[in-house]
């Protein structure tokens, strides 16, 4: 159980061009995903939290124009990278909560997505 | 501001050598304190939640335990496959299902 998957498992575009990862939660509903980047040898950054049915909120420094976020639905969120460039390219990791209870949520976390910018 | 620190940064192991990983944190209420494994090039896979001190958590030659200021893995007889990033994060009361990780315990177990 708490399965969640990520698409594309990677991705190599040029530079200027827009990029859509899907997060999916396979077998529970999820309320709230997360958004995560990690570059080499370093530890999960948050980006962004994405609520069901509302606006993202973005951590500081991350913009929410290049960085957009969708939350379409209790078992999907995407991410959209636009007019990427080669400093963009990275690890990009999702995670999602289940929706029933509410004392310390668990994140479980997709396989990721490598994008590679040219 | 919430505050992870592992420890070590990096550990080798022989296969059947035992030992510890250390995860001292600072949190404003601690609502849940996590470990994940990390394999290269894939996302971090659950392994437990901690709840209050004095709290213990097993599965298989893993075991994590949690006090006021820090949490241990202990790593029991431990096999190469067991090599991997291990992480720790934790959850406040206030930043709502927001995670702090550590930086992470990076793992080799030789045979």
């Known amino acids: 159980g708490a399965v969640v998957s990520q698409h594309p498992s990677r991705v190599i575009c040029k530079s200027g061009t827009s990029v859509k990862i899907e997060c999916r939660s396979l077998d529970f509903q999820a309320t709230t995903m997360f958004w995560y980047r990690q570059f080499p040898k370093q530890s999960l950054m948050l980006m962004a939290t994405?609520?069901?049915?509302?606006?993202?909120?973005?951590e500081q420094g991350v913009e929410k124009d290049k960085f957009l976020i969708n939350h379409a639905s209790l078992t999907l969120s995407t991410l959209t990278v636009t007019s990427a460039h080669p400093e963009d390219s990275s690890f990009y990791i999702c995670?999602?909560?289940?929706?029933?209870?509410?004392?310390?949520?668990?994140?479980?976390f997709g396989p990721g997505t490598r994008l590679l910018v040219l | 501001e919430d505050q992870v620190t592992q420890s070590p940064e990096a550990l080798r192991l022989q296969e059947g050598e035992s030992s510890s990983l250390n995860c001292s944190y600072t949190?404003?209420?601690?609502?849940?304190l996590f470990w994940y494994r990390q394999d290269p090039g894939k996302g971090p896979e659950f392994l437990f939640t901690?709840?209050?001190a004095g709290e213990e958590k097993e599965k298989e030659r893993l075991k994590a335990t949690l006090t006021k200021k820090e949490s241990f893995l202990h790593i029991t007889a431990p096999k190469p496959e067991d090599s991997a990033t291990y992480l720790c994060a934790v959850q406040d009361g206030t930043s709502f299902q927001k995670l702090v990780f550590g930086t992470g315990t990076r793992l080799l177990v030789s045979p």
């Open positions: 901690l709840y209050s």
């Open positions: 994405s609520n069901e049915g509302s606006k993202a909120t973005y």
């Open positions: 995670s999602a909560s289940p929706s029933r209870g509410i004392t310390g949520k668990t994140q479980y």
């Open positions: 949190v404003s209420g601690l609502r849940g």
